[in-house]
């Protein structure tokens, strides 16, 4: 059996996903190629507490956070 799997490891261990939010130093992009090119920082403050986590609340977070950015009158781009 792999160790990984196991019963024993821990919940968090298991989760690998990660939400992620960059600022970006230019608008109306919408590919992670951009985000290399124009990313400025990381902004962990509004992301890393619900990081690692399993697939589908990643999915499901990315959403919300957007949500929550477009409403304070960010521009947001998911891709």
């Known amino acids: 059996m792999d160790p990984s799997t196991s019963a024993a490891t821990p919940l968090r261990r298991r ?4 939400v992620y939010v960059v600022q970006l130093s230019v608008a109306g992009v919408q590919a992670n190629r951009f985000v290399l090119r124009y990313g400025l920082r990381l902004l962990p ?5 619900y990081n690692p ?3 589908e609340a990643a999915r499901e977070m990315e959403v919300e956070l957007a949500i ?5 009158g960010h521009g947001v781009w998911q891709a």
């Open 15 to 18: 989760h690998h996903h990660h």
């Open 45 to 49: 403050e509004l992301f890393e507490v």
């Open 53 to 55: 986590m399993p697939y």
């Open 68 to 72: 929550g950015l477009r409403q304070s």
